[in-house]
T-cell receptor, first 108, second 117 residues
Framework: QKEVEQNSGPLSVPEGAIASLNCTYS??????FFWYRQYSGKSPELIMS????GDKEDGRFTAQLNKASQYVSLLIRDSQPSDSATYLC????????FGSGTKLNVKP | GAVVSQHPSWVICKSGTSVKIECRSL??????MFWYRQFPKQSLMLMAT?????????EQGVEKDKFLINHASLTLSTLTVTSAHPEDSSFYIC?????????????FGPGTRLTVL
């Protein structure tokens, strides 16, 4: 079983819609959770971090963490074509684990 | 803040030569840096963890004698691809963990695209 699981996608949403990206992790002791965005041909960029249960909002992005269900998600409101990228979920305990990423396509 | 640079951004070399890639944390200190490799349309693959002042820890299947890592200071790690071959052509990305951060987030450099002819 992989430490971090993500649906590879692609997830297609129309412009202006809410994109919902999901991630599950296997180690219940994981403490820090991150979302990275990676455009094609570029390196990953940290866009959200969350450390406690609940929601954390930053602009159009909301990260949600549910430690009981071992589940972390990223919501992107008012999706724009420029949001089209691969989104990587990452989880840390004593080591950093990345998911394989979900490709998001926002259609104009 | 949290800026990581890499140099060069791209390099083309002949088969059999060695290539050195530098990774620098510009505005924070990093006791730990990471080296990743990414082939087209594939996931990031962790190659090794670079620890300041000590030997790097390599992931299974990564040849330590081929991918030499040096982490001589809190802001600089280097990856040297020795005797490069065409199959080493890839996108090499480093990341750094802020010494003073309680949450272990990693910040990535812009990557180095290596092409071996």
């Amino acid at each position: 079983q992989k430490e971090v699981e993500q649906n590879s996608g692609p997830l297609s949403v129309p412009e202006g819609a809410i994109a919902s990206l999901n991630c599950t992790y296997s180690d219940r002791g994981s403490q820090s959770f991150f979302w990275y965005r990676q455009y094609s041909g570029k390196s990953p960029e940290l866009i959200m971090s969350i450390y406690s249960n609940g929601d954390k909002e930053d602009g159009r992005f909301t990260a949600q963490l549910n430690k009981a269900s071992q589940y972390v998600s990223l919501l992107i409101r008012d999706s724009q074509p420029s949001d089209s990228a691969t989104y990587l979920c990452a989880v840390t305990l004593n080591k950093f684990y990345f998911g394989s990423g979900t490709k998001l396509n926002v259609k104009p | 803040g949290a800026v990581v640079s890499q140099h060069p951004s791209w390099v083309i070399c002949k088969s059999g030569t060695s290539v050195k890639i530098e990774c620098r944390s510009l505005d924070f200190q990093a006791t730990t840096m990471f080296w990743y490799r990414q082939f087209p349309k594939q996931s990031l693959m962790l190659m090794a963890t670079s620890n300041e002042g000590s030997k790097a820890t390599y992931e299974q299947g990564v040849e330590k004698d081929k991918f030499l890592i040096n982490h001589a200071s809190l802001t600089l790690s280097t990856l040297t691809v020795t005797s490069a071959h065409p199959e080493d052509s890839s996108f090499y990305i480093c990341s750094a963990r802020d010494l003073n951060s309680a949450h272990n987030e990693q910040f990535f450099g812009p990557g180095t695209r290596l092409t071996v002819l």
